[in-house]
């Protein structure tokens, strides 16, 4: 029975000290779980712009004549657009292409842009040329489609960047990813590595990559797909009728190859999918941009479309509201590849659609930020391009046509 007493007496005495220890115990601090979020260097850039230097950059227009114009300069100092094409029409010559060019990026340098400015071409090969004499001749996508190898294509794309890249542009308007199925095709044609979707995804993506590789940025083109047209869309809207499975089996293969390889960089086209959507050309769809390049096939980039001057957009709307709803559909970049006034109407209707709260802020600064991130991630500079040996490249491009 003292025995038991005892027991009982330590076992009273170590509670005490346990409930005398929590007692006196340091509160226990909490743990802050938050971490200061970094800063974003490309949102922190986009708030720091005006209105017109976002609607700039939304803006990419082709010039008159193989100097500077004064419509051009203009357009660069007052509306700080972001990017410029060059056509056959600009270039006469490696030295007056590069003086061009560097002429275009002082101007946007002497502005003080924010941002370089996007310097492109369509520079496919075959008829799709823009490359001045006497740089190689680079073969029609059709004729290096038909060798079937997949490293062929990367070189001959590495070959494009190069030269491309040589004459001072740093963004290129190709591959085509059309697969065409239609031989009466009157716009397409060889401009196609060929007529199924397995080899234009594995052709094409190659010689994007290889495009990619010299730091130019590709632009895969033309989606959802203008291989089985028969109408120039130049000149007119192509219909097309294909049902979903058929366009999810052909048309849509190549650009979601693209895009899980990293295309940066997409141009839609004017072309009517009806099973898409009934009313509206896929460049101003929010059904085609939205719900199916950017959801279905998870395309992140920069969405531009074919140029707002093709016959196909007069046939549907002005060019002003054609691209304020293309825009309002997802389009990041509007191609105004002609005409000053036009090129204007787009800058002022854009920038009227801002400012009334059509276009919400929250796209345009969607759209800048996309853009801004493109610029950065391929280092794109308005430092001037300097003199290359015409030799020396052709024997790059000879080397790399070598089947």
Do not use: W
Not at 115 to 125: A, H, K, V, W
């Amino acid at each position: 029975m003292r025995y038991l007493r005892i027991c009982s007496l330590y076992a009273i005495i170590l509670a005490l000290l346990v409930l005398t220890g929590c007692g006196t115990a340091e509160p226990e601090q909490p743990v802050n779980s938050e971490t200061p979020t970094p800063a974003d260097p490309i949102a922190e850039l986009a708030a720091s712009m005006s209105l017109t230097e976002k609607i700039g950059q939304m803006v990419l227009v082709g010039m008159d004549g193989t100097e500077i114009q004064p419509e051009i300069s203009k357009l660069i100092k007052d509306n700080h657009i972001g990017g410029i094409i060059l056509y056959s029409n600009n270039i006469e010559s490696p030295s007056q292409t590069i003086k061009l060019v560097n002429d275009l990026k002082q101007i946007n340098r002497n502005n003080g842009a924010k941002l370089p400015l996007l310097l492109s071409t369509d520079q496919e090969g075959g008829r799709v040329s823009r490359l001045p004499k006497p740089i190689q001749a680079f073969p029609a996508s059709r004729t290096v489609g038909k060798t079937n190898d997949p490293q062929y294509a990367n070189r001959v794309g590495a070959a494009l960047g190069e030269a491309v890249k040589a004459i001072g542009m740093n963004t290129d308007f190709a591959p085509v990813l059309d697969v065409n199925t239609n031989p009466k095709n009157p716009v397409i044609g060889n401009r196609a590595f060929g007529t199924t979707a397995e080899l234009v995804s594995s052709m094409g993506v190659q010689e994007m990559l290889g495009i990619q590789s010299q730091g130019v940025i590709p632009v895969v083109k033309h989606f959802p797909g203008h291989g089985d047209t028969s109408v120039d869309s130049h000149l007119g809207l192509p219909v097309v009728d294909h049902d979903l499975e058929r366009l999810r089996s052909i048309e849509f293969v190549p650009f979601g190859s693209a895009i899980k390889q990293g295309a940066p960089m997409v141009m839609v086209a004017h072309i009517l999918m009806t099973k898409l959507d009934p009313d509206t050309p896929a460049s101003m769809s929010k059904k085609v941009i939205q719900d199916y390049l950017r959801g279905e096939l998870k395309f992140g980039g920069v969405v531009i479309t074919d140029d707002m001057t093709m016959g196909a957009v007069g046939k549907v709307k002005a060019v002003g509201p054609a691209s304020v709803q293309s825009v309002l559909a997802g389009a990041d970049i509007i191609l105004v590849g002609h005409d000053p006034v036009q090129q204007q109407t787009v800058i002022d209707a854009l920038t009227a659609a801002a400012q009334s709260g059509e276009i919400p802020p929250s796209v345009l600064d969607a759209s800048v930020y996309r853009i801004i991130k493109l610029k950065q991630s391929f280092q794109l500079s308005d430092k001037p391009t300097s003199p290359f040996d015409v030799t020396t490249l052709n024997k790059h491009i000879q080397a790399a046509l070598e089947k």
